[in-house]
Every structure is written in structure tokens, then in C-alpha cells.
């Protein structure tokens, strides 16, 4: 089965990251703070060739001057239009009382596989040595890496002590042959936002690896729910070992996950039991928590996503 990774650098990554900044923003100054507030926040963001458009619907106070100040930190663009607008009051009101799911949408869980933890831990490796734009693909048979700013040697190289360092000398990099291996096939490249532009959440494959849905992970708050249901979708399948579904509609108080088959959990956490039905209110609180344990931030996260 084949898997493509992209790098944090990649323009689309960038766009991830500012709008994950933004979300950080929104939490860490609303009432309660990052881990108590619930602000309610949706970002989009394109960037390109010195240019950059940002669109808000938030219920929190966000001046264009954060927004602005946020793009030139992650990506340097300078010249960037910002729209701030509040959230439609008629989904702010489903949000009244206890949470309610905001919108209809399906979510998948899929055990992580050692292919695609190995590939993520190449691209992280690549984007510590060059910083700059890059994406991978992994098959059984094939690695494809494209890596700007650097030559052939020295990206070899980098995969050559990827494989003596980090223990994958006996897995599917590792007993790879130098012709099974392509490196920037068209020849060295420069890659970055002078040469292509990026915008929020097209990198879904990348982020969610087998359990792509319809929604993204990137510029949004946990009380959507193609985010927060994501999550667990995702914690779920790696707790049983199995795949993990759930469809929701707009209003719903909770949600039921469909556990595709029993594998090793821990059963003070998880009920022996097919199905797991949780309300909306600790589904956020669990995908909270993996997100403050795991990353620190919806920047990071939104480095990697959940194949991270």
C-alpha cells in the first residue's frame, strides 16, 4: 500500500500551521484559557508568491494585526488580506448549553501502519536537516522523495543515517536498494511559496493516512466536529487495532463509534462492547487533551496531523 507525506515546509503545511496558530489564539485568550476555554473559531487561509488571504469567523476578539503578524512568523509573506467576520448566529446558538455537534459529517479511525510511521519519521528527519519543502512517497517496492533546496548526495545521505540512527535498517527503507530509491527526479528545485502556493487543509491523505473523510483537521475549534470526532476516531482505532466509524448530524448531544473488531484495550477506559456511545461535551475534552499531550498546540498539529 503506498503512503505520501508531506513536509512541514510544504506550502499547504504552512497554511495548516497559520490557521492552527490562530486557533491557539482564540484559546489561550479566552476565558478559562487553552485548556478550559471553548471559543468558537474557523480559519482559512491562501498564501503565494508574497501575497496572502486570510478569512476568520470567530466568536473571540481577533485583531488583523495578530493575523498579520501570525503569516509573516510562519511564512514570511508581508502583504496579507485579512477578513475578520463573527459566526452565524444560527449555528453560535447550537452551541448554547451543553455542546452540540455543529455540523453533518462522518468520522474514521485506522490503525497507523509501521509504513506510515516510518515515512513520517523520515519527512521529520528531512524537514530538521533542510527546512524546506518536501514531500514522499512510500510502497513496498518504492521510496520517492522530493526535496527542495538540496541535492541528490546530500538527501541520500540524509535517508542513509535516517536508516543507521533511528533503527529502521531491517524495515521497508532499510532494505531498500539505491535503485529502488528516487530523489528528485526532475533534478534539484527550490520549491517554497515563490514557487507554488498553499491553502488550509488540502493535505487531508498526508494528515489522516487510511481514514480520510470528508473534513479537514486544520483552522478550527473542537466544537467541530470533523476535527474533535476525528481525533477520538483515531485514539480509538489505535486503542482496539482495528477500524473505527461514526456519522453524526448537525445537533446531536452524542455520538456513537462503530468499533470494526476487538483488539488489545485497556478496560478501564473502554467498554468490551461493539459500540461506544460518548456525548459531544468528553468527545471534545478527549480530543482536548490529545492535542495539549500530544503537540502542545493546533500549531504543531497541524505540522503532521494525526499520522505524526
Keep these: 500500500m503506498a503512503f505520501e507525506k508531506v513536509s512541514a515546509y510544504h506550502p499547504d503545511k504552512i497554511a495548516d500551521r497559520i490557521a492552527g496558530s490562530l486557533v491557539d489564539h482564540c484559546y489561550t485568550h479566552a476565558a478559562g484559557g487553552w485548556l478550559k476555554s471553548n471559543p ?3 480559519v482559512e487561509t491562501l498564501i503565494g508568491h508574497s501575497e496572502g488571504l486570510v478569512i476568520i469567523e470567530t466568536s473571540e476578539p481577533l485583531r488583523v494585526q495578530d493575523v498579520s503578524d501570525t503569516v509573516r512568523r510562519i511564512s514570511g509573506i508581508r502583504h496579507c488580506t485579512v477578513r ?3 459566526q452565524d448566529p444560527h449555528l453560535a446558538r447550537n452551541q448554547e448549553g451543553s455542546p452540540h455537534v455543529g455540523d453533518n459529517g462522518i468520522a474514521k479511525g485506522m490503525p497507523v501502519t509501521p509504513e506510515q510511521r516510518e515515512l513520517t519519521a523520515l519527512i521529520r528527519t528531512l524537514d530538521e536537516n533542510f527546512h524546506s519543502d518536501a514531500k514522499a512517497v512510500l510502497t513496498p517496492d518504492r521510496l520517492i522523495v522530493c526535496q527542495s533546496n ?3 548526495d546530500e538527501v541520500f545521505q540524509c535517508i542513509q543515517e535516517f536508516v ?3 533503527g529502521y535498517g531491517k524495515t521497508i527503507i532499510g532494505g531498500m536498494t539505491p535503485a529502488q530509491i528516487t530523489i528528485n527526479p526532475l533534478g534539484p528545485w527550490t520549491g517554497g511559496l515563490d514557487a507554488d502556493s498553499g491553502a488550509t487543509n488540502r493535505k487531508l491523505g498526508s494528515d489522516m493516512g487510511d481514514a480520510v473523510t470528508g473534513g479537514g483537521l486544520a ?3 473542537l466544537s467541530k466536529a470533523d ?3 476525528q481525533i477520538v476516531a483515531h485514539m480509538l482505532a489505535q486503542q482496539y487495532h482495528t477500524e473505527v466509524r461514526a456519522a453524526y448530524a448537525i445537533g446531536d448531544e452524542q455520538v456513537t463509534y462503530h468499533i470494526g473488531g476487538h483488539g488489545e484495550h485497556q478496560p478501564d477506559t473502554l467498554p468490551d462492547a461493539p459500540d461506544l456511545t460518548l456525548p459531544f461535551a468528553d468527545i471534545i475534552e478527549r ?3 490529545y492535542v495539549h499531550t500530544q503537540f502542545g ?3 504543531k498539529f497541524a505540522e503532521y496531523g494525526l499520522i505524526a
Design 287 to 289: 480530543a482536548r487533551l
Design 84 to 86: 475578520i467576520v463573527p
Design 164 to 166: 543507521r540512527h533511528n
Design 219 to 221: 483552522g478550527k475549534d
Design 227 to 229: 476535527v474533535s470526532c
Design 150 to 152: 538540496a541535492s541528490y
Design 297 to 299: 498546540s493546533f500549531e
Design 40 to 42: 468558537r473559531v474557523a
